[in-house]
């Protein structure tokens, strides 16, 4: 309860003033590369409308979201019971080293990016967030 609180109130305030300092950029600029740079996650993660779960789990609303709670999804025992809500920080951790975050998850990537690159990352995953895709049956 005490994550979700912390997750909530870092979604409604201070986290978007902290990603600010984290990445300088203009807000639209940082969605655009995080965009692009999200090419690199696609292989196994989709987002929007209608996104699936793949190799990895569907990542709409990821920012706020319970971590290991996309439904029918077959998370590792680690990320299952990580406990936590992701929020900007966790999340550019995780994308940088998932395994620094989540001891022992099944994300075998390697992203070597930058804490800038993460951040621009998880402004773009924001963006991705109304979309309530996620609980549409599989067929
Ligand atoms: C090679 C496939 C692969 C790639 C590429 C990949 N991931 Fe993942 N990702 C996974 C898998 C598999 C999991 C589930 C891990 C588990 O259950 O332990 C996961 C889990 C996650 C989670 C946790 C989701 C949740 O519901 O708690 C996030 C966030 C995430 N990935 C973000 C990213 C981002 C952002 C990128 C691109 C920078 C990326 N991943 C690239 C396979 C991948």
Redesign the pocket.
């Given at each position: 309860m005490r994550a979700l609180i912390i997750g909530v109130a870092l979604l409604l305030g201070p986290g978007v003033e902290a990603l600010a300092a984290l990445a300088p950029a203009p807000a639209q600029a940082q969605v655009d590369a995080g965009r692009r740079l999200?090419a690199?996650?696609t292989?196994?993660?989709e987002v929007g409308a209608g996104a699936r779960n793949g190799?990895?789990?569907q990542?709409n609303g990821?920012v706020g979201?319970k971590?290991?709670?996309?439904p029918a999804y077959a998370?590792?025992p680690?990320?299952k019971q990580a406990g936590f809500v992701?929020n900007e920080q966790k999340?550019v951790a995780?994308?940088r080293d998932s395994e620094k975050v989540?001891p022992g998850?099944?994300?075998?990537?390697l992203?070597f990016?930058s804490e800038k690159q993460a951040a621009e990352?998880v402004a773009y995953?924001r963006t991705q967030g109304a979309v309530a895709a996620s609980a549409a049956p599989k067929r």
């Open positions: 999200f690199r996650c292989n196994c993660h190799f990895g789990p990542l990821i979201r971590a290991g709670s996309a998370y590792s680690a990320l992701w999340l995780f994308i989540v998850n099944k994300m075998r990537f992203s990016m990352i995953l």
